[in-house]
């Protein structure tokens, strides 16, 4: 049992390339998110998946894109990265979308934007 | 909207000695309340957390918070601290009414234990 799994783990970009991390879970859970993770700002939502089929922007949204691929994927998209886009984003999974529960985080993915 | 305030950014502390964690939020609605860990290079994990009854909740690896609803805080303790809690330390908050699992992280505070 993995949790919730992320790739890649590093990566290094050149302003205005394009990439997508991805994120999977073997939980079964109906609740994904992503979020970015800044120097003495704690963690943002950038996105969530409140149920498979269904996507919706969190606090910090721009430049971003994201899909629920099935229930045990999702992935975040950078069109044309930036250097504000330097981050460490993490996924995260609960089993449903109430307030009461559980976020199971991923190992992240630390993002360089040159 | 909610808002979450750590009111320490780091905390050195030596092996053994007590700690406490402070953190404070505001909402307009009632909220739940959690405290994560993050070990170095890991994602985060959930410690405990608040939903309802008892003020005193305890979690993992020895710790405990107190909720106190008249001064909006849920600072986190432990009687005895080891070197392999340094770690990051998040406070987060989730509206209650809604029904929507959308967590509001404060900015973290950086626990070093020292031998």
């Known amino acids: 049992n993995a949790g919730v799994t992320q790739t890649p783990k590093f990566q290094v970009l050149k302003t205005g390339q394009s990439m997508t991390l991805q994120c999977a879970q073997d939980?079964?859970?109906?609740?994904m998110y992503w979020y970015r993770q800044d120097p003495g700002m704690g963690l943002r939502l950038i996105y969530y998946s409140a149920s498979e089929g269904t996507t919706d922007k969190g606090e910090v949204p721009n430049g971003y894109n994201v899909s629920r691929l099935n229930k045990r994927e999702f992935s975040l998209r950078l069109e044309s990265a930036a250097p504000s886009q330097t981050s460490v984003y993490f996924c995260?999974?609960?089993?449903?979308?109430?307030?009461?529960?559980?976020?199971?985080f991923g190992p992240g993915t630390r993002l360089l934007v040159l | 909207a909610q808002s979450v305030t750590q009111l320490d950014s780091q905390v050195p502390v030596f092996e053994e000695a007590p700690v406490e964690l402070r953190c404070n939020y505001s909402?307009?609605?009632?909220?739940?309340l959690f405290w994560y860990v993050q070990y170095p290079n890991q994602g985060l994990q959930l410690l405990l957390k608040y939903l309802s009854g008892s003020t005193l909740v305890k979690g993992i690896n020895g710790f405990e918070a107190e909720f106190n609803k008249s001064q909006t805080s849920f600072h986190l303790r432990k009687p005895s601290v080891h070197i392999s809690d340094t770690a990051e330390y998040f406070c987060a908050v989730s509206p209650i009414s809604g029904g929507y699992n959308k967590l509001i992280f404060g900015a973290g505070t950086r626990l070093a234990v020292h031998p």
């Open positions: 939980m079964n859970h109906n609740s």
């Open positions: 995260a999974s609960s089993e449903g979308f109430f307030g009461q529960e559980t976020q199971y």
């Open positions: 909402s307009s609605v009632s909220v739940y």
